[in-house]
């Protein structure tokens, strides 16, 4: 079971990025997947989700409305639009798939984790 993450890179805030999320090794379609972020000297903490049945989805209060997750065309993948980024954004992302197919808000509830993608917002 492997997740690659991809798309980080550095941008002025107010500008975008779309980050890529692959998977593979199982039927990853079946199971929700999230993004988390690290920025230095704080703990992880949770971006976004979306499930492995219905395709509904969950956010953190600081990037509703500015992010988007969703599946791609191959649903072994999860995308992260981010719009309208702030200096506060900068961290690296992780990728993460769960063991059911509900999104969740915590950590532990994901299994499997990509290695992170760096996101840098210039202000």
């Known amino acids: 079971v492997q997740l690659q993450a991809s798309g980080g890179g550095l941008v002025q805030a107010g500008g975008s990025l779309r980050l890529s999320c692959a998977a593979s090794?199982?039927?990853?379609?079946?199971?929700?997947m999230a993004w988390f972020r690290q920025a230095p000297g704080k703990e992880r903490e949770f971006v976004a989700a979306?499930?492995?049945?219905?395709?509904?989805?969950i956010y953190a209060d600081s990037v509703k409305g500015r992010f988007t997750i969703s599946r791609g065309n191959a649903k072994n993948t999860a995308i992260l639009q981010m719009n309208t980024l702030k200096p506060e954004d900068t961290a690296v992302y992780y990728c993460?798939?769960?063991?059911?197919?509900?999104?969740?808000?915590?950590?532990?509830?994901?299994?499997?984790w990509g290695q992170g993608t760096q996101v840098t917002v210039s202000s």
């Open positions: 993460a798939s769960s063991s059911n197919s509900y999104p969740k808000y915590t950590s532990s509830e994901y299994a499997y």
């Open positions: 979306i499930s492995g049945n219905d395709g509904n989805t």
């Open positions: 090794g199982r039927t990853f379609s079946r199971y929700s």
